[in-house]
Nanobody, 124 residues
Framework: QVQLEESGGGLVQAGGSLRLSCVAS????????MGWFRQAPGNEREFVAA????????TYADAVKGRFTISTDDAKNTVYLQMNSLKLEDTAIYYC?????????????????WGQGTQITVSS
């Protein structure tokens, strides 16, 4: 059974930093596209960042470009999201996602596996 488990969420002041981790179990994702999405109250789930299965390209939403960095440690079957210069509007539940194969994807419906989410709250 494949499971993705996020950690690292919490409360942070605006301008601060957090690093989210997502550990996968049940299968290896070393060559699988991985992504991060977020959902704020009353909003639809939106794309944040993605890394290709070959690990040679990353994609970011315009809202986080230059502030967030997605990376992986394939030996640990883990994907990270380093978040710097956090803003109030970054407050949301953050989800990691994995796909069985392919390149890199920004659409949530293309991912096969999802974590339960971790809450990020940015305060002023």
């Amino acid at each position: 059974q494949v499971q993705l488990e996020e950690s690292g969420g919490g409360l942070v002041q605006a301008g601060g930093s957090l690093r989210l981790s997502c550990v996968a179990s049940g299968r290896t994702f070393s060559s699988s596209p991985m992504g991060w999405f977020r959902q704020a109250p009353g909003n639809e789930r939106e794309f944040v960042a993605a890394i290709s299965g070959s690990r040679d390209s990353t994609t970011y939403a315009d809202a986080v470009k230059g502030r967030f960095t997605i990376s992986t440690d394939d030996a640990k079957n883990t994907v990270y999201l380093q978040m710097n210069s956090l803003k109030l509007e970054d407050t949301a539940i953050y989800y990691c996602a994995a796909r069985r194969g392919g390149n890199s994807y920004t659409s949530a419906w293309l991912y096969n596996y999802w974590g339960q989410g971790t809450q990020i709250t940015v305060s002023s």
